[in-house]
């Protein structure tokens, strides 16, 4: 069964601690993404890869880290910089290029308090 | 960066009643995807156009590209209460990259 998939789907986390979000993908695609939903706000780009390796800073990118070691996989870390972590948190991957349709994976929704 | 504006943001229909939401953009785009989300879920592709003036029918929804290719519509025919949801456009610009709008919150009154 290919897909995307996130876990865990809720998570809570003490203010000041770091956490890691995990984002896996079987679709073999090359481009994955990190997004933020708030309420109102659409969906907000943290970073993306093309190729193992290698990544970009989104639109938000600030409190944040990746990796991209294996295809399959591009773990988000929420630094404790991060001023409002508070939110639901999607990965989503394409086949090759960054206009190519994306896919979602089901969220994180990640609770600081 | 380049941006498509949805607006407005939330917007409730009785079941029955058709829908139509837009899309809109100060500049030429290469094209246009829609995404729905439901409810506690997440975006799921809906479809693509590419070409000026372009129509597509998915059942009861209809997607237009227009003809300067600068917005685009959703129209969903007689709404049900599984049409609801967010709708998001995003566009494919200068920028090389897919630009999500900030959707449109459908509700539907049984």
């Known amino acids: 069964d290919g897909g995307i998939t996130q876990s865990p789907k809720y998570l809570f986390r003490k203010e000041g601690q770091n956490v890691t979000l995990s984002c896996e993908q079987n679709?073999?695609?090359?481009?994955m993404y990190w997004y933020r939903q708030d309420p109102g706000q659409g969906l907000r780009l943290i970073y993306y890869s093309q190729i193992v390796n290698d990544f970009q800073k989104g639109d938000i990118a600030e409190g944040y880290s990746v990796s991209r070691e294996k295809k399959e996989s591009f773990p988000l870390t929420v630094t404790s910089a991060q001023k409002n972590p508070t939110a639901f948190y999607l990965c989503?991957?394409?086949?090759?290029?960054?206009?190519?349709?994306?896919?979602f994976g089901p969220g994180t929704r990640l609770t600081v308090l | 960066g380049q941006q498509v504006m949805q607006i407005p943001q939330y917007q409730h229909v009785q079941e029955g009643e058709d829908f139509t939401t837009y899309c809109n953009s100060s500049?030429?785009?290469?094209?246009i995807q829609w995404y729905k989300q439901r409810p506690g879920g997440h975006p799921v592709f809906l479809i693509q156009l590419v070409k000026s003036g372009e129509v597509k029918k998915q059942k009861r929804l209809t997607f237009q590209f227009g003809e300067a290719k600068k917005n685009s519509s959703l129209h969903i025919t007689a709404t049900q209460t599984t049409d609801v949801g967010t709708y998001f456009c995003a566009e494919t610009g200068a920028n090389s990259k897919l630009t999500f709008g900030k959707g449109i919150t459908l509700s539907v009154r049984p």
């Open positions: 500049t030429t785009l290469s094209n």
């Open positions: 679709l073999n695609h090359d481009a």
């Open positions: 989503a991957s394409s086949l090759r290029e960054l206009t190519d349709t994306q896919y």
